[in-house]
């Protein structure tokens, strides 16, 4: 177990649309005084001033429009490092306490892998390093003000976690330090339904589980990081909020384990459609519809220009149902069913922190002879249909695979 600070400790990341200017950066540190003078411990993650890493990119390309990727590591880490001391320098003003904390100073905790421009963190030795070197400087009241984006190799070579990667470091800081929140702060109140520069009535989101929030990550939304959730940490909270809504925002809870399996209570039947006319396919919620009138799930399916499997629960009589909506509106030309199969889920940020996860389900069951009758994926999940009465030594099996250290 790691040693807890006795008070409470927040992360605080302040993005670069918050550090504009030095009034900007004037307010920011004025927010943190709050804090602390509310007896909270807090941890400061700062990235580049607004336009600074777009500047920095532009003139190595204009310098070199080959130059080598540790060199510019180095160039475009200098935005964070001039974030972090204008921040530390703006809290004395305030009369606060804080410690800088760039990948020079003997506090620096982020140990990354030593890819480039998008370096992944390397969880373990960073929190050995956390609990080192930044919970005494907590414990001494005192505040740290940590270079958002940067990253070092064990070798000591600077890196950068990818483009937006300061909310990453601030995840990762929240979990390895076992704070009790992450907040985001943005130039926005939260996380709202959809891009508001894209659609007409963006909606205001109060909470987003961590499964949610991934797939919206990874699929473009741009409120937050896609690396960041992966370092999340079980029962980590982050809040994405704006400056002046501190206890407000849009909350994601920290639910996603490292790694989950578990086999799908009732029985599945694998439906197949062939001669499937593509320009139909509005008729899926008419499918889904049948399947939920006869008592039954549509679980996952798989799409194909002309052809379909549908992954099925539960239900009277399937088959006739979906062959009535397919084949009766011409959707389809004809419909198998293949009864007495089971789905194991397997979830869990740890499928994007690993890599080959698909191979570590599919060899083992190949091993053993296990047919496979299909995959799905979406992201931080993964669906494996076997037959019903191999799915315990199946789920057995991969559980013995997928063991990861966390
Ligand atoms: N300054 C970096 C960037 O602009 C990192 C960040 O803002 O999170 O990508
Ligand atoms: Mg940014």
New binding site residues.
């Given amino acids: 177990m790691s040693n807890r600070v006795d008070k409470e400790t927040i992360v605080v990341k302040f993005?670069?649309s918050m550090l504009e200017d030095e009034k900007a950066i004037t307010q920011a540190a004025g927010l943190v005084s709050d804090v602390v003078t509310k007896g909270i411990g807090i941890v400061v993650v700062v990235?580049?001033m607004k336009g600074?890493?777009?500047q920095l990119l532009g003139l190595s390309k204009k310098v070199n429009p080959e130059m080598d990727a540790s060199l510019i590591d180095e160039l475009?880490s200098s935005?964070?490092r001039t974030s972090a001391r204008l921040m530390a320098g703006a809290l004395s003003g305030h009369g606060i306490k804080s410690v800088l904390v760039d990948p020079d100073t003997p506090y620096w905790p982020i140990v990354t892998d030593n890819r480039h421009l998008d370096a992944n963190p390397l969880i373990e030795a960073s929190r050995m390093r956390a609990q080192e070197r930044i919970m005494p400087l907590l414990k001494e009241g005192k505040v740290p003000v940590v270079c958002?984006?940067l990253g070092k190799t064990e070798d000591g070579k600077t890196t950068?976690l990818g483009?937006?990667?300061?909310?990453t470091t601030a995840v990762l800081l929240g979990n390895i330090l076992d704070a009790k929140e992450v907040v985001l702060i943005k130039d926005v109140e939260g996380v709202y339904s959809s891009d508001p520069d894209k659609v007409r009535n963006p909606q205001f989101i109060e909470s987003l589980n961590g499964e949610e929030a991934e797939m919206l990550a990874a699929g473009g939304a741009k409120f937050l990081?896609v690396k960041a959730l992966r370092y999340q940490g079980w029962g980590i909270r982050i809040r994405v909020t704006s400056l002046d809504k501190l206890n407000a925002g849009t909350i994601i809870k920290g639910d996603l384990d490292s790694i989950n399996l578990e086999i799908f209570p009732q029985g599945v039947s694998m439906i197949t459609v062939v001669g499937l006319d593509q320009r139909k396919l509005e008729s899926v919620s008419q499918l889904t519809k049948a399947v939920r009138a006869d008592g039954g799930a549509l679980l996952a399916m798989s799409l194909e220009s002309t052809a379909a499997i549908f992954y099925v629960a539960g239900g009277k009589n399937v088959l006739d149902e979906v062959h009535n909506v397919l084949v009766g509106e011409a959707i389809g030309k004809a419909v198998s069913s293949f009864d007495g199969l089971s789905m194991i889920t397997v979830k869990g940020t740890a499928l994007e922190t690993e890599s080959g996860i698909i191979q570590r389900i599919t060899q083992p069951l190949a091993r053993e002879d296990i047919n496979l009758y299909g995959i799905v994926t979406i992201r931080s999940s993964i669906r494996v249909f076997v037959s019903s009465n191999q799915a315990q030594k199946a789920l057995d099996l991969l559980k013995e695979a997928m063991v990861v250290e966390r």
């Avoid at 483009?163 to 909310?167: A, I, L, N, Q, V």
């Fill in positions: 993005g670069g990235s580049a600074v890493t777009d475009i935005g964070e958002g984006f950068t483009r937006g990667g300061s909310d990081h």
